[in-house]
């Protein structure tokens, strides 16, 4: 591993502000300060259209290191207005956001054009690494523990006035105990002002259908990529196999086209799908109550092996079913 030479030198670092000797944060509070002395930087794991992320050490802990470096070609200076504004966002919801289930803020520097966040390190990658490496169906109680551990943590952001609004199986992270934790808030927005932050935002094949039309953006988007990481872990695929980027935003936005359920997917969990990626986001459940209806599941699961008590709830009407159900064991939300 190097010091984080290139960004640093020894008399001023290159993502930290000073005042009157002091090291400050782009908050101007020492907790999100990053004392760039104890940061070690190793090898690239990944990168973006601007930015990289590096396996590194902080405070002799292991962390992941994203930095982000304005172009230097910027013409108006735009870009370079727009990364700082993301990062400063980023920063300030993560720095906020203290679960479980959510990825571990560890600190922030900038000093423009260089900005850098630092997050805990999970040591197995992302849910897409592990859905890759697996290869095939993940076994029900396994997908419900690992569904739960998503919930939860957007139950949280979503308790934080935060809309994530890039949810997908890169953006959930696993640690060496096997938990989940939700992480990549590069794109997060408060929900009293998405709609001004709108600037191209998501994954087409996650997004619901409102976000592809530019339309009012809800808490309600998150809700519908869970719906398709749900079908993913359950599939096996990934969704829209086959199609590409725009073909998959024109199919959902113009087509409400979703992927087959597989025949095989017990009906409540079908039935919970289909709930969450609904083209009405009025009709997708909160994830306070997605939680609730996951722990009903676990525990079917652990007294009868099956949930075949709960498919009898779906079996007339699936949407129905589980909508009532949502009602019954979920409504009003309560902590």
């Given at each position: 591993?190097?010091?984080?030479?290139?960004l640093?030198?020894?008399?001023?670092?290159?993502?930290?502000?000073?005042?009157?000797g002091?090291?400050?944060?782009?908050?101007?509070?020492?907790?999100?300060?990053?004392?760039?002395?104890?940061?070690?930087?190793?090898?690239?794991?990944?990168?973006?259209?601007?930015?990289?992320?590096?396996?590194?050490?902080?405070?002799?802990?292991?962390?992941?290191?994203?930095?982000?470096?304005?172009?230097?070609?910027?013409?108006?200076?735009?870009?370079?207005?727009?990364?700082?504004?993301?990062?400063?966002?980023?920063?300030?919801?993560?720095?906020?956001?203290?679960?479980?289930n959510?990825v571990?803020?560890?600190?922030?520097?900038r000093?423009?054009?260089?900005?850098?966040?630092?997050?805990?390190?999970?040591?197995?990658?992302?849910l897409?690494?592990?859905?890759?490496?697996?290869?095939?169906?993940?076994?029900?109680?396994?997908?419900?523990?690992?569904?739960l551990?998503?919930?939860?943590?957007?139950?949280?952001?979503?308790?934080?006035?935060?809309?994530?609004?890039?949810?997908?199986?890169?953006?959930?992270?696993?640690?060496?105990?096997?938990?989940?934790?939700?992480?990549?808030?590069?794109?997060?927005?408060?929900?009293?002002?998405?709609?001004?932050?709108?600037?191209?935002?998501?994954?087409?094949?996650?997004?619901?259908?409102?976000?592809?039309?530019?339309?009012?953006?809800?808490?309600?988007?998150?809700?519908?990529?869970f719906?398709?990481?749900?079908?993913?872990?359950?599939?096996?695929?990934?969704?829209?196999?086959?199609?590409?980027?725009?073909?998959?935003?024109?199919?959902?936005?113009?087509?409400?086209?979703?992927?087959?359920?597989?025949?095989?997917?017990?009906?409540?969990?079908?039935?919970?799908?289909?709930?969450?990626?609904?083209?009405?986001?009025?009709?997708?459940?909160?994830?306070?109550?997605?939680?609730?209806?996951?722990?009903?599941?676990?525990?079917?699961?652990?007294?009868?092996?099956?949930?075949?008590?709960?498919?009898?709830?779906?079996?007339?009407?699936?949407?129905?079913?589980?909508?009532?159900?949502?009602?019954?064991?979920?409504?009003?939300?309560?902590?």
């Amino acid at each position: 591993m190097k010091i984080f030479g290139k960004l640093k030198s020894k008399k001023d670092s290159a993502c930290t502000k000073r005042s009157n000797g002091k090291v400050v944060s782009v908050e101007s509070t020492d907790e999100l300060t990053a004392d760039l002395s104890r940061l070690l930087i190793g090898l690239k794991f990944a990168q973006g259209a601007h930015s990289q992320l590096y396996h590194g050490r902080y405070k002799d802990e292991p962390v992941a290191v994203k930095t982000t470096r304005v172009p230097d070609d910027t013409g108006d200076g735009s870009i370079g207005a727009r990364l700082e504004k993301l990062f400063t966002r980023e920063v300030t919801l993560l720095s906020r956001l203290h679960h479980p289930n959510v990825v571990k803020f560890k600190g922030a520097c900038r000093k423009p054009p260089v900005f850098c966040i630092i997050t805990e390190y999970l040591s197995e990658g992302s849910l897409r690494a592990y859905l890759h490496k697996l290869g095939g169906i993940i076994p029900l109680p396994k997908v419900i523990s690992m569904a739960l551990d998503i919930a939860r943590g957007m139950a949280f952001v979503h308790s934080q006035g935060v809309i994530h609004r890039d949810l997908k199986p890169e953006n959930i992270l696993i640690n060496q105990d096997f938990k989940l934790k939700v992480a990549d808030f590069g794109i997060a927005c408060r929900d009293t002002s998405c709609d001004a932050l709108a600037d191209g935002a998501g994954t087409y094949r996650w997004m619901a259908p409102e976000m592809i039309k530019s339309k009012s953006c809800s808490r309600k988007v998150d809700v519908y990529a869970f719906g398709l990481i749900l079908w993913e872990m359950v599939a096996g695929r990934i969704p829209f196999e086959g199609m590409n980027p725009v073909q998959v935003a024109f199919a959902v936005a113009n087509k409400n086209l979703r992927p087959a359920i597989p025949g095989d997917c017990p009906a409540a969990i079908k039935a919970l799908i289909q709930q969450c990626w609904s083209s009405q986001p009025d009709t997708r459940p909160e994830f306070c109550q997605v939680v609730k209806v996951l722990e009903q599941f676990e525990a079917s699961l652990a007294s009868d092996g099956n949930l075949d008590k709960l498919q009898s709830l779906t079996c007339q009407d699936h949407r129905k079913g589980i909508f009532h159900l949502i009602q019954k064991i979920a409504h009003p939300c309560t902590s």
